[in-house]
């Protein structure tokens, strides 16, 4: 698992190769990741939007960027977390993710970016 804290909000990562919606042969290679994010500090904070770098191993590189996570934008109470899970398909069987969060301050509106570490997308077959 892949953790990190910043300015209070902690974000860990968890994957998982999925080889029953995973083509091989056409360069299909399709991992789930859940996310947990915690709020660490003493104020609400809001996820507004994220921005994603993933890096897949045959060399090509991808940003996705946009509002929130999964369709929303969660407030997260001082002491509460939100988790999501979501997919990733890459043309190869390994790669990298990871990015940042802006999330809003609800105490006194102010923005900042969290950072999602970075965290591997591998088949099980490639450990071997």
């Known amino acids: 698992m892949a953790t ?8 860990s990562v968890e994957t998982v190769y999925q080889p029953e919606y995973s083509n091989p042969e056409n360069e299909h290679f399709m991992f789930a990741y859940r996310i947990t994010i915690e709020n660490l500090g003493d104020y609400s904070v809001q996820l507004l939007r994220r921005h ?3 890096f897949d191993s045959n060399g090509t590189h991808r940003e996705v960027e946009g509002e929130g996570v999964v369709g929303q934008q969660p407030i997260i109470e001082p002491g509460e977390q939100h988790e999501y899970v979501s997919g990733c398909n890459l043309k190869s069987d390994m ?3 990871g990015g940042t969060y802006q999330m809003l301050r609800e105490f006194d509106g102010s923005l900042f970016e ?3 570490p970075k965290f591997d ?3 099980p077959h490639r450990l071997n």
Do not use: C, E, R, S
Request: hydrophobic share 55%.
């Open 121 to 123: 997308l591998i088949a």
């Open 4 to 11: 990190q804290i910043t300015d209070g909000v902690k974000v």
């Open 114 to 116: 969290v950072n999602i």
């Open 95 to 97: 790669g990298t993710m």
């Open 52 to 54: 994603w770098h993933i």
